[in-house]
């Protein structure tokens, strides 16, 4: 079955403990892309990848790392989560430019920064 | 101005009723426009693109106006399984690149 899977779903920490949000993609989609969501404020996209080892910003950046070592993979790493960055993330990813291809979600990761 | 502005609702409407949703965006040259489907704690999935002449997929039809700058989603003969968020997404291209910026979505109930 074609998806995107990110782990762990749900994740209560405390500020300053580094974390890592997996995500992995099956449809051998080159564009990765992470988003949080907050209410009020729609989908912000954080940082995106247009193929292995190419990463850019998005529009809130701050506090994130990503990487992109294999074209499945594309992990978000908070290094030092602040209670500002609880929030919902998606991981999504697409066959090509996100702009004109569908992009396809993975089911969200609900993380609160105590 | 937001680059991509929906009404948020929500819209409650009754089962059967016809609604339409708007959502504007700022930079004219925008290329590529989308509609979303989210429900309650899930991802967003694509309900439909939305092309320069209009589409429909059943009971939903699509606009695009590029001189006021707005697209449009209406949904015919409502189902309850029709309550969720909707979301307007829109490719503004700043600069030739791509950038797809979401709106904050519309909700819907469709009340029995």
């Known amino acids: 079955e074609a998806q995107v899977t990110q782990n762990p779903r749900y994740l209560i920490t405390v500020t300053g403990k580094k974390l890592t949000v997996t995500c992995s993609q099956n449809?051998?989609?080159?564009?990765m892309s992470w988003y949080r969501q907050d209410p009020g404020l729609g989908l912000r996209q954080i940082y995106y990848?247009?193929?292995?080892?190419?990463?850019d910003k998005g529009d809130v950046p701050e506090g994130y790392k990503v990487s992109r070592k294999e074209k499945r993979n594309f992990p978000l790493i908070l290094e030092s989560p602040s209670p500002n960055q609880t929030s919902l993330y998606f991981c999504?990813?697409?066959?090509?430019?996100?702009?004109?291809?569908?992009?396809?979600f993975g089911p969200g990761t609900r993380l609160t920064v105590l | 101005r937001k680059e991509v502005e929906q009404d948020p609702g929500p819209f409650n409407v009754p089962e059967g009723a016809t609604v339409a949703f708007n959502c504007t965006y700022s930079?004219?040259?925008?290329?590529?426009f989308f509609w979303y489907r989210q429900d309650c704690r899930k991802e967003p999935k694509l309900l439909m693109s939305?092309?320069?002449s209009g589409n429909e997929d059943g009971r939903f039809t699509a606009q695009l106006n590029r001189a006021s700058q707005y697209i449009s989603l209406l949904i015919r003969d409502s189902k309850l399984s029709d309550s969720a968020t909707y979301l307007c997404v829109v490719n503004i291209r700043p600069q030739g690149a791509q950038k797809l910026v979401f709106g904050q979505g519309t909700r819907l109930t469709i009340n029995p």
């Open positions: 930079n004219s040259a925008s290329q590529s």
């Open positions: 939305v092309y320069s």
């Open positions: 999504a990813s697409s066959s090509g430019l996100a702009g004109i291809y569908e992009q396809f």
């Open positions: 990848s247009m193929n292995v080892e190419v990463t």
């Open positions: 449809m051998n989609h080159e564009y």
